[in-house]
């Protein structure tokens, strides 16, 4: 027995006071009614309505069921209802874990417009490079840069695939010069990130070459590692997206612009594809747009 249809059924019969009019109201049979009825009188092991080939009434145990029925199922339509109003338009708390170097050096190029198409979601950006369990640590999504991702769990849309370039300050460039090739860099002061004691450095014809790090300045900060370069303390190396802008307004240049360090994936994570609340789907679709725009 379908219970909740069954409280529906009942309590059809007892606002439309019959079981042809309750049949009529819920578009099925007075068989089906009658049926449901006595299904749900044989549930609860008690009579709710009085009836005889003239009339019908509730019994005292039939009006105070009515009563939490009509609670109960008006409780239930109305949550129904909001469901329904979330999924068309996109609001409440949005959990995003995002690596530093979005949360501090690419944030305010999305954010504000997000905001402003959303007005009705509320987001709570942790920034960090530390790997965290989405499911455990209570977030919506997150979003990753790195190599192409092995087998998961967890559902991933892949937002755009950006080469690593290596970039310094023109005020570094006139001090110490510009290097011609990949063995010129061991005579310039190299800023290194992370866990990375190597760069390999590969060219549009297949070549590659690697290079021992051993840099002037190391740090597990990206942010760190972006003032640094940006105040001439050397070469470094960055997503091209991520340094952008550096080079369209010249306070970064391409250092050995015929090579790259390989490429990083923009990824955007989430535990579950189906029924995905509308505030991450709208989420993940605006960072897929932004950064196709970006590529």
Same mark, same amino acid.
């Given at each position: ?19 042809? +009019? ?5 578009? @099925? ?5 009658? *049926?449901?009825?006595?299904?749900? $009188?044989?549930? #609860? ?7 005889? =080939? ?9 009006? *105070?069921?009515? &009563? ?9 339509? /109305? ?37 402003? *198409?959303?007005?009705?979601? *509320? ?5 960090? !490079? ?30 755009? %695939? ?24 061991? !005579?310039?002061?190299?800023? &290194? ?6 760069? &390999? ?5 297949? $070549?590659? &070459?690697? #290079? ?10 990206? =942010?760190?590692?972006?003032?640094? /370069? ?10 091209? @997206? @991520? %340094?952008? !802008?550096? #080079? #369209? ?28 609340? +509308?505030?991450?789907? /709208? ?11 970006? /590529?």
């Amino acid at each position: 027995m379908n219970q909740m249809f069954a409280m529906r059924v009942f309590r059809s019969i007892a606002e439309a006071k019959g079981f042809s +009019a309750a049949a009529e109201r819920l578009d @099925t049979t007075h068989s089906s009614v009658s *049926r449901h009825l006595q299904q749900l $009188e044989s549930a #609860l092991g008690v009579r709710l309505v009085n009836r005889n =080939t003239r009339r019908m009434s509730l019994t005292a145990a039939g009006e *105070r069921y009515y &009563t939490a029925c009509v609670d109960i199922l008006d409780r239930v339509d /109305a949550a129904s209802q909001a469901a329904a109003l979330e999924q068309e338009r996109p609001s409440g708390l949005l959990r995003v874990s995002a690596p530093l170097v979005i949360g501090t050096l690419e944030l305010a190029h999305w954010l504000p417009a997000f905001q402003a *198409r959303f007005p009705d979601i *509320r987001v709570d950006l942790s920034c960090s !490079d530390s790997l965290i369990d989405l499911v455990a640590d209570r977030f919506d999504v997150a979003l990753r840069i790195c190599g192409p991702l092995a087998d998961s769990s967890l559902v991933a849309r892949l937002l755009s %695939v950006s080469p690593l370039v290596l970039v310094a300050a023109p005020a570094y460039v006139f001090k110490c010069g510009l290097p011609r090739s990949v063995a010129e860099l061991n !005579d310039h002061r190299l800023l &290194t990130y992370g866990v990375a004691t190597q760069w &390999t450095l590969g060219n549009e014809g297949g $070549e590659s &070459t690697t #290079l021992d790090c051993q840099g002037t300045f190391h740090t597990d900060t990206i =942010t760190a590692l972006h003032a640094c /370069a940006r105040a001439g303390g050397g070469i470094a190396a960055f997503t091209l @997206t @991520t %340094v952008q !802008d550096d #080079l #369209l307004a010249g306070r970064l240049v391409r250092i050995l612009p015929e090579h790259t360090l390989g490429e990083r994936h923009y990824y955007a994570l989430y535990p579950h594809a189906r029924h995905l609340p +509308a505030k991450v789907r /709208a989420f993940v679709d605006y960072m897929a747009q932004y950064y196709q725009g970006k /590529a």
